[in-house]
């Protein structure tokens, strides 16, 4: 079931996640692959925002998080638990937003041209499944509104997706 959709950039970023939170819950289907879900989630995010220049799953299995479904630039295939932001937020379960990811000790960068980031993590029964990363050519481009609703959506992610398939797919 492919859908586009329609989204006007000249709305405000909050207007925008009102708008594809419920496309993307639409989207989602449990009788689907993850991966397939988890790249149109990617996909709506990469469409929606301007300011975004990179978005992605990471995908936990014993203590590294392999690159999942992701739009944009080439990335890093694997990033140790506590390293960099991604493996920074795997570690303490906490969205990480960083407004240079110059000054982030430790910062893995697959994309020079990257200046800010967010990553949440996706948290299922209470166990780490992967982490979701955004970044941005712009300093600065995450802020409590982009926190907040991404964190809505992985909560979505993580209701209506069985990541009991990860560690198939990661063999």
């Not at 967010?118 to 029964?125: A, E, F, K, S, T």
């Not at 992985?154 to 990860?166: A, H, M, P, V």
Request: hydrophobic share 40%.
């Amino acid at each position: 079931m492919a859908e586009s959709i329609s989204i006007d950039k000249n709305l405000s970023d909050v207007d925008i996640y009102n708008a594809i939170i419920p496309q993307i819950q639409y989207l989602l289907n449990n009788d689907e692959p993850i991966i397939s879900n988890l790249s149109n989630v990617t996909a709506v995010l990469m469409e929606a925002f301007n300011k975004f220049s990179w978005v992605g799953f990471y995908l936990l299995k014993e203590n590294k998080l392999y690159l999942g479904p992701f739009q944009g630039k080439a990335a890093c295939t694997v990033i140790n638990v506590g390293s960099g932001v991604c493996g920074a937020s795997a570690q303490t379960k906490d969205t990480i937003i960083v407004d240079d990811v110059n000054s982030f000790p430790g910062h893995i960068a697959c994309d020079s041209f990257s200046k800010s980031e967010i990553v949440v993590p996706l948290i299922q029964n209470d166990k780490l499944c992967g982490v979701l990363d955004i970044d941005s050519h712009k300093y600065a481009s995450f802020n409590l509104h982009d926190k907040m609703y991404l964190e809505i959506i992985c909560r979505i992610i993580t209701e209506k997706l069985n990541f009991n398939q990860i560690n198939e797919i990661l063999k």
